[in-house]
């Protein structure tokens, strides 16, 4: 499996202008807090209050509202010497195309031509959109891509503002447009791009709408949105911003250290197909989910720069460019053979989502689509059907002589890699072939879970490794069967299937009575081996992937009990931590904040409270 066993190491709540001073409006060392509160301070008024009006909207996106926009310009790579001008003259910086793929929570937007943007004096400023994708669930917006023009200076940063919904008064005296410009018309009531304006009033105009719109993600100036509004935007799952979280310090700080103290660093570990690579639990994601809970440009870039890595030098595209394995899978692959088990897990379906959602890159679609359509082709070897050769396979996916199998069903974490790959596709192609392709997937892991009385998805632990069970015929691995419930949630979030609530009580009752420790600070490496019952506290550190489940059966059922539990665990979690090489990190990141952003929704905390008051 993973060879985890086998490491040698291991007060009030600020308001939400307090973070977005520190994060992404002016983070100036992950390591130096008082380094960034003391330039917070020096923010001018203009930006305070923009920002503070922000801070005391309700989190859940309105129909309609505004939005701080922070636009932050590259620093120069090298300083030319001036041209000579006249005494007192200046030179203007030039202008710079600047893309933002802004996303907004189901119902919230379902036309473009209601988005708006007025630059730091309230002028507006002509903005061009289309709709990047759309929820499955009620057809409106999950994230549109915005491009306008913008001149800073080397690292000037400016705050725009940016409107959607219903059309808004401009403050007085800026220039009046019309508000039906050209574009897309809306779906809903009371969304009409070209809804009746009151007589002689000034509005901003919407945005044009432009299908052929390319975005500029790499482009010199950044645009980056308040932590808070990701979070409540979901474009990523349930997330809550980095600075919101009270209950875990000690998280938030030990994952950044990790990152910057990491020797040999993150970015200096390549591809392997054998040994230690930077993308495993996938990489990409793990950052973007970093990003998503500070709102800050530098993680952007950090994040935008893995998964532009992780396309080029992990990815084949077949001549045609419709399907897409993993660079480990056999250069004469076709999908009438089953795809490897280490190349499962190597098809990163949710970072590449993430990256085309929040920056608009067309490659990083086509790389979610092939990804998709090469496992949906491949679905009938995989689950042993027509067209896969069947047979035995161990943890590196070689085949044996004999029956066919489910291969999918071998482990958890293959169905979970498939789901999430799957899942990733229809959020961005939602015919009813790929549906019907995930909606089997769901149905063949309701049915695994239903065959055992435990509550875990049992299969046979030797099969999987033989090297670290030497007899488990009906056991189960915590850690993979956290990733499958990512994967359900994921598809339950896209199709709101009603099965997936007993199928995650069902595996967190299984992890809370039965796969835990004896000391009831970890969760057993593995359940069920018969020659090692695993009854040991030294993975601790993987219960920061695990807890999510807690938080899921929480989303699912309501009942704060689990979430009890999650604490005391992800207390234990967070206080044996190891993140010092990617692997490990990108474990422990790319589920945490799902789990805060789940118990954010308790009753009495902040983030839940602003949310009543707003309903």
Not at 371 to 399: F, K, P, V, Y
Not at 464 to 481: K, L, N
Not at 501 to 525: G, K
Request: contains cysteine; glycine residues 10%.
């Amino acid at each position: 499996m993973d060879g985890q066993r086998a490491k040698t190491g291991h007060g009030a709540r600020r308001p939400l202008a307090a973070l977005l001073f520190a994060a992404p409006l002016l983070w100036v060392n992950c390591s130096r807090p008082s380094a960034r509160v003391a330039v917070a301070r020096r923010a001018e008024p203009r930006v305070r209050a923009v920002l503070e009006k922000h801070a005391a909207a309700r989190p859940a996106p309105p129909t309609a509202g505004s939005i701080p926009l922070l636009l932050v310009a590259d620093r120069a790579a090298s300083a030319p010497a001036p041209a000579k001008r006249p005494p007192g003259a200046t030179v203007p910086p030039p202008q710079a195309v600047v893309s933002a793929a802004v996303p907004f929570a189901p119902g919230a937007l379902r036309d473009v031509r209601l988005i708006r943007l007025r630059d730091g004096r309230g002028a507006a400023v002509p903005l061009r959109a289309k709709p990047l994708a759309a929820w499955p669930q009620g057809g409106s917006i999950r994230s549109a891509l915005l491009v306008f023009h913008a001149a800073l200076a080397p690292g000037e940063r400016a705050i725009y503002t940016l409107e959607y919904g219903a059309p808004a008064l401009p403050p007085e005296g800026a220039p009046g447009q019309r508000a039906d410009a050209p574009g897309q018309r809306a779906d809903a009531p009371g969304q009409r791009a070209d809804a009746p304006v009151a007589k002689g009033a000034q509005v901003a105009a919407g945005a044009a709408l432009d299908e052929a719109l390319l975005p500029n993600p790499d482009g010199p100036i950044a645009a980056v949105l308040p932590p808070s509004w990701y979070a409540a935007s979901q474009v990523s799952g349930p997330q809550q911003p980095a600075m919101d979280d009270r209950r875990f310090p000690g998280f938030e700080s030990g994952i950044e250290r990790g990152l910057a103290r990491m020797s040999p660093a993150y970015d200096a570990y390549g591809m392997s197909c054998s040994g230690p690579h930077r993308t495993y639990y996938d990489g990409p994601h793990a950052l973007y989910q970093r990003f998503l809970r500070n709102g800050d440009a530098a993680r952007y870039r950090r994040a935008r720069a893995e998964a532009v890595w992780y396309r080029q030098h992990e990815l084949r595209f077949s001549p045609d460019r419709r399907l897409a394995v993993h660079v480990c899978e056999k250069e004469d692959w076709s999908p009438a053979r089953p795809l490897s088990w280490h190349v499962l897990r190597r098809m990163l379906g949710q970072g590449m989502l993430d990256d085309y959602l929040l920056t608009g890159d067309p490659a990083a679609k086509e790389a979610v689509l092939a990804m998709g359509e090469a496992l949906r082709l491949n679905l009938a070897a995989l689950t042993g059907g027509t067209g896969g050769s069947g047979g035995t396979r161990g943890a590196g996916g070689t085949r044996g002589a004999g029956r066919k199998e489910d291969a999918l069903r071998a482990t958890e974490r293959n169905m979970a890699w498939a789901m999430m790959t799957l899942a990733s596709a229809y959020a961005l192609d939602p015919r009813p072939e790929v549906l019907a392709a995930l909606r089997g997937l769901a149905d063949r892991t309701v049915a695994w879970q239903q065959q055992g009385a435990s509550g875990a998805f049992e299969h046979d632990l030797h099969r999987a490794d033989p090297s670290e069970c030497e007899r488990g015929p009906r056991g189960g691995s915590p850690f993979m069967t956290a990733l499958l419930v990512d994967a359900l949630m994921e598809y339950h979030a896209l199709t709101g299937d009603p099965r997936v609530r007993q199928v995650v009580a069902r595996a967190a009752a299984w992890l809370e009575e039965r796969a835990i420790t004896s000391d009831r600070r970890a969760f057993r490496y593995l359940w069920g081996c018969e020659t090692d019952p695993y009854d040991d506290s030294g993975t601790a550190d993987l219960n920061l992937l695990i807890v999510p489940v807690f938080g899921a059966a929480y989303a699912m059922t309501g009942d704060p009990r689990w979430i009890a539990v999650g604490d005391a665990l992800a207390d234990a979690g967070v206080k044996a931590m190891w993140v010092k090489q990617p692997k490990h990190w990108n474990q422990a990141m790319r589920g945490f904040g799902r789990y805060l952003g789940y118990r954010a929704q308790l009753p009495g905390h902040p983030a839940a409270a602003q949310r009543s008051a707003g309903r």
